[in-house]
């Protein structure tokens, strides 16, 4: 919005020229992300506790869990909040490319919501179905899927870190594999948020990092030179990323242990989401494995977990996602999660070592 409306008056005043830079527009988004956070979060908290949207725990969880009860629920509303009104200030609402990250995230903020709603309201831990929240999360991913694979500018290329010439022609392959891509991430991230701070700390990390892809991946010069696969107006991605990275760290302030407030569904299925988008937009899908090495690892503790339970009769950890069985071993909670974000700090460094790789 602020870009639309002061950007074509640099003809006559100089000063506005600097709404073209990419990367004015990003750090201000940042800004505007932190400041909506810190403006409406205390607000936002003090709403869901006089709602009674407090979180119900788990009984068959670690005890330690048991004092969180009551804490308030569905703080994601916050981080979305943080997230579309800076990318609508600072962003080029005319770039389809914003639009679909938005929708993702704005979706699967809503089907989080609905989720969340559900478990507060009937007081358990069940909220929508398994089969439910996986039906919308396909259905929408599978729409923005559709409406890439039908643009002509948008290539269905496989990019592969470490490899310059294998890059696969996936054609129609690409809608189940963004669909994937997309319902993996929030589905990952979402199986992440269950101790104080733990999701959203590697969420800001893994969106400064595809901040940076974006940014290159949008740059016609810098794309060639590091051989990042050049996609025409993913630049403004960055401006997304940015608010991502922004939201993150206000939401953190008050989702630090421990935590005044949580981001329930609404919050980790639209952050998962987004990252998923970003990463299918700027073709780096694969890095996302690297870089989202964390959600990896919780997700596949759980799909581990239970088929080992169910195959073998013998469970694998002492409880599912991994970070409850280091909880169960004794580790202090914020002892792992600190650990959790080094680790996803590590990742970035390697995922971003790519670029000099291919």
């Known amino acids: 919005m602020l870009y639309h409306i002061f950007y074509p008056l640099a003809s ?7 709404f073209k830079y990419l990367t004015f527009r990003t750090i201000y988004a940042m800004i505007t992300a932190l400041a909506v956070s810190f403006i409406l ?30 804490t308030p629920t569905m703080g ?9 009104i800076p990318t609508l200030l600072w962003s080029d609402l005319s770039n389809h490319y914003v639009w679909v990250v938005l929708f993702i995230t ?22 929508l179905s398994a089969r439910q929240k996986m039906f919308w999360q396909v259905f929408l991913a599978g729409a923005a899927a559709v409406f890439l694979f039908l643009k002509p500018e948008f290539n269905e290329l496989l990019y592969v870190p470490f490899f310059k010439k ?41 969106a ?45 302030w008050y989702n630090s242990y421990p935590a005044e407030v949580f981001m329930g569904d609404v919050g980790s299925l639209s952050l998962g989401g987004a990252l998923g988008t970003i990463a299918v937009l700027t073709k780096q899908e694969i890095l996302l494995v690297i870089v989202g090495g964390v959600f990896v690892i919780e997700a596949l503790s759980v799909i581990f977990q239970v088929g080992s339970y169910k195959y073998r009769g013998k469970r694998i950890f002492r409880m599912a996602p991994i970070h409850h069985h280091f909880e169960l071993k004794g580790v202090a909670e ?6 959790f974000w080094i680790i996803t700090i590590i990742l970035a460094l390697v995922a971003i070592s790519t670029l000099k790789m291919r």
């Open 166 to 206: 294998f890059h696969p022609d996936l054609w129609i392959l690409f809608i189940p594999f963004a669909v994937i891509v997309i319902v993996g991430a929030s589905n990952a991230v979402n199986l992440t948020d269950g101790l104080d701070g733990l999701a959203i700390g590697p969420v800001a990390i893994n």
């Open 334 to 339: 914020p002892k792992i999660i600190v650990r």
């Open 106 to 127: 704005l979706g699967y903020g809503v089907i989080g919501f609905i989720d969340d709603y559900r478990k507060v309201t009937e007081k358990n831990t069940k909220g």
């Open 41 to 70: 979060g205390p607000w936002i908290i003090r709403k869901l506790e006089g709602l009674q949207a407090r979180q119900i725990i788990r009984t068959d969880g670690p005890e330690s869990h048991l004092q969180k009860q009551g």
């Open 12 to 18: 006559d005043i100089r000063l506005f020229n600097i």
């Open 208 to 252: 400064a990092t595809y901040m940076l892809f974006s940014y290159i991946a949008g740059h016609a010069a810098l794309s060639a030179y590091l051989q990042v696969p050049r996609v025409p107006g993913a630049g403004e991605l960055a401006i997304i990323c940015g608010s991502m990275v922004g939201a993150g760290l206000g939401f953190l």
């Open 76 to 84: 994601g509303v916050m981080i979305l909040a943080a997230i579309v």
